[in-house]
């Protein structure tokens, strides 16, 4: 087994005459230092060694040094077989890598690091639901660190887990009133976005040995008794052809409701693309008779490989015309991201207007008469979904939704329209050409 000891590494002083310390850990022949931040001379050390009489001086250094060989030692502990590889990981890293919270916020700040900032958000929620689980009967004041244990983390105190998230409310204000309502906290569709993140935690430190793979608490095809994370709730009732010529046909009233109308359309005529992409869209991304893109959400997945093109059409030139503009220094066509855009500003710019246009394309909704309350996304399931009943291959459907295989499409398409279906169902039996009798 790997042992670790406080060592001076006498090879070479430095210009005090002092020697640095480090952690020497050994396994079979191999040995591998890693440094501290304290220097000594080589009397002090032996004191520090021995750990009697210390000086004032020498006692915080013999608190922090004992800690890192004690965080040695216990990494070492759960390393069956040992590996530098997976030590260093382990023992180089800030932070309590076997708390579940930090692991989280430090994967986290990893996507934030590389400016991916929607997953960022993600991880951080994920540990702000598991905090509010761990503190759902402490007082809201209190000033004690919170911590989770990530082998405390069963697939019992997964269950008890799920069945507070979805009873726990939270006061929302009347609007134009004093008053206040309950509403949920969580719904079965974030609770599962949440607990992918755990689950992501969960492999991440498997795979890197920190973790035993007994102790993983999800199912799997040889953990039956695992938990299970609850399925997204399927509200999705995409717009069918009639609905779309409403809605395209709606005279807006106001500006803004101008604005929510012509990017819903354009999303929709192009391929049900993202709000993000459409205001990421630039002069440079436009051919004489086309423009192409490639979607943010999965660029780093595809390596940029996924381009989807999209004809021009009259309506998107109209759109284009309406709100787009040349600028100096910013090639961006449509109004809403600065230039020199930092990435994060670039993303709350973009939140803000999908909010905006989000509320005015419900608000056009409800003069339709329409019992569904559309965001700026149903246009990308209506655009899926009304090219699946117009018979259009999977196979296109799939490439101009950016997706990297055909089974990401069909979540998308799993409501045919009811005429198709009774079109389709009689196609079971070719009527005309049977020749019935009866008896």
Avoid: C
Avoid at 361 to 386: C, D, M, Q
């Amino acid at each position: 087994m790997a042992t670790s000891r406080i060592i001076l590494d006498t090879r070479r002083a430095k210009s005090n005459g002092f020697y640095p310390i480090k952690i020497r850990v050994a396994n079979v022949k191999e040995w591998r230092m890693y440094g501290t931040i304290y220097s000594l001379a080589k009397e002090e050390f032996e004191k520090l060694i021995k750990g009697k009489n210390l000086s004032e001086e020498l006692k915080p250094i013999k608190k922090k040094t004992d800690a890192l060989k004690k965080k040695a030692d216990d990494i070492i502990e759960v390393l069956e077989p040992f590996d530098f590889s997976v030590f260093e990981t382990r023992f180089l890293r800030k932070g309590n890598r076997s708390d579940l919270l930090f692991l989280l916020r430090d994967k986290a700040q990893g996507f934030a690091d590389n400016e991916q900032y929607s997953s960022e958000n993600l991880y951080n929620q994920a540990a702000a639901m598991l905090k509010s689980y761990l503190t759902r009967d402490v007082p809201q004041n209190t000033s004690n660190v919170i911590s989770l244990p990530i082998r405390t983390v069963t697939p019992k105190w997964l269950n008890d887990l799920e069945k507070w998230a979805l009873s726990a409310t939270y006061d929302k204000r009347v609007k134009g009133s004093k008053e206040t309502v309950k509403e949920p906290k969580y719904n079965q569709t974030t609770l599962g976005m949440y607990l992918i993140r755990v689950r992501s935690i969960f492999n991440d430190v498997i795979s890197a040995k920190e973790l035993n793979a007994d102790a993983y608490p999800f199912h799997k095809a040889d953990n039956k008794n695992g938990y299970k994370i609850p399925q997204p709730i399927n509200n999705k009732r995409p717009l069918d052809m009639d609905k779309i010529m409403e809605f395209y046909n709606y005279q807006p009233i106001t500006g803004g409701e101008q604005v929510a109308k012509d990017f819903f359309i354009f999303s929709y005529l192009s391929s049900g693309m993202n709000m993000v992409d459409i205001f990421r869209l630039k002069w440079s991304d436009v051919k004489s008779n086309h423009f192409s893109f490639v979607r943010k959400k999965t660029e780093k997945k595809t390596g940029g490989t996924n381009r989807i093109t999209i004809p021009l059409t009259a309506d998107l030139l109209a759109i284009i015309e309406r709100h787009g503009s040349r600028k100096i220094n910013n090639d961006y066509i449509f109004n809403v991201i600065p230039a020199g855009a930092t990435e994060k500003e670039l993303l709350a710019a973009t939140r803000s207007s999908i909010a905006g246009i989000n509320t005015a394309v419900k608000k056009i909704a409800s003069k339709l008469g329409w019992e569904e309350e559309p965001s700026t996304y149903f246009a990308r399931h209506a655009y899926s979904n009304n090219l699946m009943n117009s018979e259009v291959p999977l196979a296109f459907i799939s490439k101009q939704l950016g997706h990297k295989n055909l089974k990401t499409t069909q979540n998308y398409l799993d409501s045919f329209t009811t005429d198709n279906a009774v079109k389709y169902q009689d196609n079971l039996l070719k009527k005309d050409n049977l020749n019935l009798k009866t008896s």
